[in-house]
Nanobody, 118 residues
Framework: QVQLVESGGGVVQAGGSLRLSCAAS????????MGWFRRASGKEREFVAA????????RYADSVKGRFTISRDNAKNTVYLQMNSLKPEDTAVYYC???????????WGQGTQVTVSS
């Protein structure tokens, strides 16, 4: 059974920082793409960032580029999303996902709430 468990969400003032964690278990994720997505209230889910488990190549949405950093710790089977210079517009439920390619995510976490106050 594959599980992705997010943690690290919370409430922070605009301009502050948070680090989200995604603990992955249940299979070998070599060759997988790990991604972060978010869904704000009343809006569609959107891509935030992704990282290839092997090699570590990254991709970012334009809206977060320069502010967010995705990384992974192979030994801990954990993916991180460091979020700096947070804006109220970043308020959303953040989801961790895993897939065989950037276009076919198969596994999803439960999500963690991030709230940025102005």
């Amino acid at each position: 059974q594959v599980q992705l468990v997010e943690s690290g969400g919370g409430v922070v003032q605009a301009g502050g920082s948070l680090r989200l964690s995604c603990a992955a278990s249940g299979r070998d994720f070599s060759g997988y793409v790990m991604g972060w997505f978010r869904r704000a209230s009343g809006k569609e889910r959107e891509f935030v960032a992704a990282i290839f488990w092997t090699g570590g190549s990254t991709r970012y949405a334009d809206s977060v580029k320069g502010r967010f950093t995705i990384s992974r710790d192979n030994a801990k089977n954990t993916v991180y999303l460091q979020m700096n210079s947070l804006k109220p517009e970043d308020t959303a439920v953040y989801y961790c996902a895993a897939g065989g390619s950037p276009y076919e995510y198969h596994y999803w976490g439960q999500g963690t709430q991030v709230t940025v106050s102005s």
